[in-house]
């Protein structure tokens, strides 16, 4: 059985607002241990739930105008998640300001939404893949007197092909890095063609060598030939000499 001291410690992680869930827990003197961790542990989750992973969670298929949001930062959530789902990738585009500066919209575009600078581009010695081809999707968000964001405009078709759920993240990995693989595919080719050649290279050396090998013993054959006859030719010489003195006495 459980304390009441120690009912009292667990509800220690839980918001003091919720006075009755630990009356709850004190009372519950009769449950075990496990029971009350259990019941603690859902309570704390979803205490700390953010509003963020609610909206992630509970959102819509799609935007619609009208749909209120707590926060521009949770409408972006909301946005980003409709992207992942659809597959296309949101880029935060023009803000709306009061004088001092506070936001009161927004815009959240598709990454492909606009064309690029081409004065910009010509000055780069290695350009990256064109990733933006004038794509219209979008959502405007406004402050409200509320203060919620209220979306008053939403643009659903995309000018381009979409990546599915989740693939939007790597195409565009892939875009902007295709000149990077391209690149590395014929330096792999290079290399490839390097050891070819290098193998090609090494048999003619050993070709070479067993050559010189070959030519080495038959001229080291030749000079001890040489070097026989003539140890032969002094031999018969000194013969020769010999017997002219036997002869002369």
Request: overall charge positive; charged content about 30%.
């Amino acid at each position: 059985m459980i304390h009441e001291a120690e009912a009292l410690k667990l509800c220690s992680c839980v918001p003091t607002s919720n006075a009755n869930f630990a009356i709850k827990i004190i009372n519950s003197k009769s449950q075990s241990f496990e029971n009350l961790q259990e019941l603690t542990a859902g309570k704390v989750a979803a205490n700390l739930e953010s509003p963020r992973s609610r909206i992630y969670r509970n959102s819509p298929v799609e935007p619609y105008v009208g749909q209120e949001f707590e926060s521009e930062a949770e409408a972006h959530a909301f946005y980003n998640a409709y992207a992942t789902s659809v597959g296309f990738i949101v880029r935060v585009s023009k803000a709306r300001s009061r004088i001092d500066n506070s936001a009161i919209g927004r815009i959240f575009v598709c990454n492909k939404e606009g064309y690029r600078m081409t004065g910009k581009r010509e000055n780069v010695l290695r350009q990256r893949a064109e990733t933006r081809v004038g794509c219209k999707a979008m959502i405007m968000v406004r402050k409200a007197k509320s203060g919620s964001w209220v979306v008053t405009h939403f643009v659903k078709e995309h000018t381009h092909p979409l990546a599915g759920p989740g693939g939007g993240r790597r195409d565009f990995i892939y875009e902007q890095y295709s000149g990077e693989r391209d690149r590395i595919r014929k330096l792999n080719q290079q290399l490839t063609a390097e050891k070819k050649r290098s193998v090609t290279y090494k048999r003619h050396l050993e070709l070479i060598l067993e050559h010189i090998d070959e030519y080495n013993e038959s001229l080291s054959k030749k000079i001890q030939h040489i070097v026989d006859n003539v140890k032969e030719m002094e031999s018969k010489e000194e013969q020769s000499q010999l017997n002219f003195q036997l002869a002369t006495l």
